[in-house]
């Protein structure tokens, strides 16, 4: 299983995390993308990470 984080305070809301997302985990809130899916279908493929222009981005392995 994985942790998703999105730093609200790094987060510029550039929504590209979500846009390459394929388990449909994030999405914009008009200010940041947040995480509002099931983390459990995180498959670990760290397309969010490695998109993010900021670093705001991450997962960690539980
Ligand atoms: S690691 Fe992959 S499946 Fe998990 S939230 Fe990021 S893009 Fe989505
Ligand atoms: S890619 Fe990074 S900066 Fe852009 S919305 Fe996602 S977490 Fe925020």
Partial sequence: ????????DSCSGCDACADSCPAHLL???????EVVGDETECMGCE???????????SIMEM
Avoid: L, R, W, Y
């Avoid at 299983?1 to 609200?8: E, L, N, S």
């Avoid at 397309?47 to 981005?57: E, F």
């Fill in 1 to 8: 299983m994985f942790i998703i984080t999105i730093d609200p």
């Fill in 47 to 57: 397309s969010c990470v490695s998109v993010c222009p900021t670093g705001a981005a």
């Fill in 27 to 33: 999405k914009f809130n008009g200010e940041i993308t």
